[in-house]
């Protein structure tokens, strides 16, 4: 089982940024997987941004087309953490963010689509106002 915390949600006017943390409670030795989902009021969750960590060199990225070229996500030097930097943000970011983990083994390619995650944090509120 893997315990994930969120952090970082705010309030900010449009345009403005924010920088989300996660920290999960356990460190991964093999291939894993973590990433970002929202869910805004009166509508489904929907996948944010991925990571998939490859050893302890390299990493893969993906992220839903609404967000490229705004936000950034990365993994932290101790390999328990990641971070999702949102930029330019905009009202329609405004959604409950999860941090979210899969469990060791995952595939670069469920990863990368928002598939196979099965662990959840509770949530961090960002809130953008125009």
């Known amino acids: 089982q893997v315990q994930l915390v969120e952090s970082g949600g705010d309030s900010v006017q449009a345009g403005g940024s924010l920088r989300l943390s996660c920290a999960a409670s356990r460190y991964s030795t093999s291939n894993f997987c973590m990433g970002w989902f929202r869910q805004a009021p009166g509508k489904e969750r929907e996948w944010v941004a991925a990571?998939?960590?490859?050893?302890?060199?390299?990493?893969?990225?993906s992220y839903v087309d609404s967000v490229k070229g705004r936000f950034t996500i990365s993994l932290g030097n101790a390999k328990n953490r990641i971070y999702l930097e949102m930029d330019s943000l905009k009202p329609e970011d405004t959604a409950m963010y999860y941090c979210?983990?899969?469990?060791?083994?995952?595939?670069?390619?469920?990863?990368?689509?928002?598939?196979?995650?099965?662990?959840w944090g509770q949530g961090t509120q960002v809130t953008v106002s125009s």
């Open positions: 979210a983990a899969a469990q060791d083994g995952a595939t670069w390619a469920t990863c990368s689509t928002g598939r196979g995650f099965d662990y």
């Open positions: 990571i998939y960590a490859i050893g302890s060199l390299t990493t893969l990225t």
